[in-house]
C-alpha cells in the first residue's frame, strides 16, 4: 500500500464542495511540503497545489490546499462534472530518501 | 514553455532491458531537477526516480534500486531512465516530469509542474 494515505473514492453533486484527506508520518507530510494533482485517464498528470496550498497560474480558486500536523486536504468548492478525476497528493519522504505518492482518489460530481 | 516528450517504450520480455528518453523543448532543462512518474494498470502514481540539475544527486524508489539508471545530458536537452532485468510488476506508463525539488529549514519542497504524455512499458513473454 501507499506511504500516503487517501480515501480509494468521494463523491458529490454539481456546486457542492468535497474534501480528499491525505494521511502521511512526520517523515514525509509532517516536516516536508505536499503537493496535489488531478489526472484523467489517457492524459497527462495536472499540478493543482504545491507547498501544501499554493496554485499555480491557471489553477481556479476552487481548489484549495491545507496541511496540518501529519494530514493535508484538498478541498474542491462549486463541483463540476469536468472535475471528475482522479486526485493525489504527493511528498517528499525523508527517512525513504524518496518521493511518495497517496494512492489516489477518485472524485464522482454526481 | 517547457514541453516534455517521452519516447522508447514498448514491449519486452521478463529479464530483458529498455531506454526511455525525454526530451525538452523548453529553455529550463539544464536549470531543473528532472523525475521519473510511472503508473502501473490500475494503480495510482509511484514516483521512480529523480536526478538533479548536474545528476551529482540521484535518488530512486526501493524495487528499482540496482535494476534502473536516470541519467541526463544537458546540451541535449534529454532525461534518460535505463531499465534492465525487467519484470512485470514494472508494466506501466512512465510519464517524465519536471521536479520543482528545494531543501528549505522548513523542509523538502518537490513537485512535479510539467509532465511528459507517457510512455507505456509492457513486461510480457
Known amino acids: 500500500q501507499s506511504v500516503l494515505t487517501q480515501p480509494p473514492s468521494v463523491s458529490a453533486a454539481p456546486g457542492q464542495k468535497v474534501t480528499i484527506s491525505c494521511s502521511g508520518s512526520s517523515s514525509n507530510i509532517g516536516n516536508n511540503y505536499v503537493s496535489w494533482y488531478q489526472h484523467l485517464p489517457g492524459t497527462a498528470p495536472k499540478l493543482l497545489i504545491y507547498e501544501n496550498s499554493l496554485r499555480p497560474s491557471g489553477i481556479p480558486d476552487r481548489f484549495a490546499g491545507s496541511k496540518s500536523g501529519t494530514s493535508a486536504t484538498l478541498g474542491i468548492t462549486g463541483l463540476q462534472s469536468g472535475d471528475e478525476a482522479d486526485y493525489y497528493c504527493?511528498?517528499?519522504?525523508?527517512?525513504?530518501?524518496?518521493?511518495?505518492f497517496g494512492g489516489g482518489t477518485k472524485l464522482t460530481v454526481v | 514553455e517547457v514541453q516534455l516528450v517521452e519516447s522508447g517504450g514498448g514491449l519486452v520480455q521478463p529479464g530483458g532491458s529498455l531506454k526511455l528518453s525525454c526530451a525538452d523543448s523548453g529553455l529550463s532543462f539544464s536549470t531543473s531537477w528532472m523525475s521519473w512518474v510511472r503508473q502501473a494498470p490500475g494503480r495510482g502514481l509511484e514516483w521512480v526516480a529523480t536526478i538533479n540539475q548536474d545528476g551529482s544527486e540521484i535518488f530512486y524508489v526501493e524495487s528499482v534500486k540496482g535494476r534502473f539508471t536516470i541519467s541526463r545530458d544537458n546540451p541535449k536537452n534529454s532525461l534518460y531512465l535505463q531499465m534492465s532485468s525487467l519484470r512485470a510488476e514494472d508494466t506501466a506508463v512512465y510519464y517524465c516530469a519536471r521536479d520543482r525539488r528545494l531543501s528549505t529549514i522548513f523542509g523538502v519542497i518537490m513537485y512535479f509542474d510539467y509532465w511528459g504524455q507517457g510512455s507505456l512499458v509492457t513486461v510480457s513473454s
Open positions: 504527493g511528498a517528499w519522504d525523508s527517512s525513504l530518501s524518496a518521493g511518495v
